[in-house]
């Protein structure tokens, strides 16, 4: 569904957003985005901004909860085969540019860690 102010689309699991594939965070520019699971498991990788330095946050996603990305913050989403995620976002987040910031060797493994155990809990 498109309107002129957001649109809503459903994110199919896609082997770009399996664990072994983490290697970057995405940033949108100028545009918030909002997620929630609809089916599956997903980890949603945040950025966590503070006053030295920003911080890494694996928040293993809830069903019924809603996740908000505010413009500006880097984020990333590993699914598990068969997960669906609803997003809501202006329609021209996409097209008015976001960027990728690769992630340190040190920062992969932590997460592919957490990811890891969470997704065998």
Known sequence: MIKDSWQVCIANYSQ??????LDSLIINDNN?????????????IIQKPCESEPS??????VRGTSY???ENVGYNLI???GCQVIGVERP??????GRRIPLTTGEIE???KNINKEFKS
């Open 79 to 81: 699914m598990e085969k």
């Open 68 to 70: 908000v990305i505010p």
């Open 110 to 112: 932590r997460l592919k």
């Open 92 to 97: 021209n987040t996409h097209s008015e540019g």
């Open 32 to 44: 918030s985005l909002a997620l929630s699971l609809l089916t599956g498991r997903a980890v949603l």
């Open 16 to 21: 770009y957003n399996e664990v072994d594939r």
């Open 56 to 61: 890494l946050e694996a928040i293993a996603m």
